[in-house]
């Protein structure tokens, strides 16, 4: 467990970042429009960079690409979890009618549009992760071609 302590930890900064983000659109009032969300996709991919870099940096000798490639998953799901939580929280207790302002803007039939809501954010956030995780550990990984042959 504590070899996942500094990712844990990058994860939940980086949900903090979305959260002040979602916050901050919501003060102006933009937090319905679709296309600010993907910013959570820039502060997401910056926190898994830096969680895989200082993991790197930690442990240069014993790093290859499996426990980078962890490390940029536990820090997106770490992440992902805790905002989709305030997510369902704030859409649910704190702006009680954000779901269905959300739902004039995006769908018809807003019995079901709740639980996919939640779902989508979360869905969203962890394919996020999968994929800047993959494609950061193209620039961490070591290559086998750069071994100096001997003349």
């Not at 933009?30 to 959570?40: A, D, K, V």
């Amino acid at each position: 467990m504590k070899e996942f302590a500094l990712p844990i930890r990058f994860g939940i900064a980086t949900s903090g970042c979305l959260i002040a983000y979602f916050l901050i659109l919501s003060l102006f009032n933009l937090h319905t429009i679709i296309y600010y969300s993907l910013f959570n996709g820039v502060i997401t991919g910056f926190g898994i960079y830096e969680s895989i870099k200082y993991f790197k940096y930690r442990d240069d000798k014993g790093f290859n690409y499996g426990k980078g490639f962890i490390a940029g998953i536990i820090t997106g799901a770490v992440a992902t979890l805790i905002f989709t939580i305030f997510f369902a929280f704030y859409s649910t207790e704190l702006n009680v009618g954000f779901l269905e302002e959300l739902s004039k803007v995006w769908a018809k039939d807003f019995e079901n549009f709740e639980g996919i809501v939640f779902a989508t954010v979360a869905i969203m956030g962890f394919a996020t992760t999968l994929v800047l995780t993959l494609a950061f550990m193209q620039l961490f990984k070591s290559s086998n071609n750069l071994k100096k042959k001997s003349v």
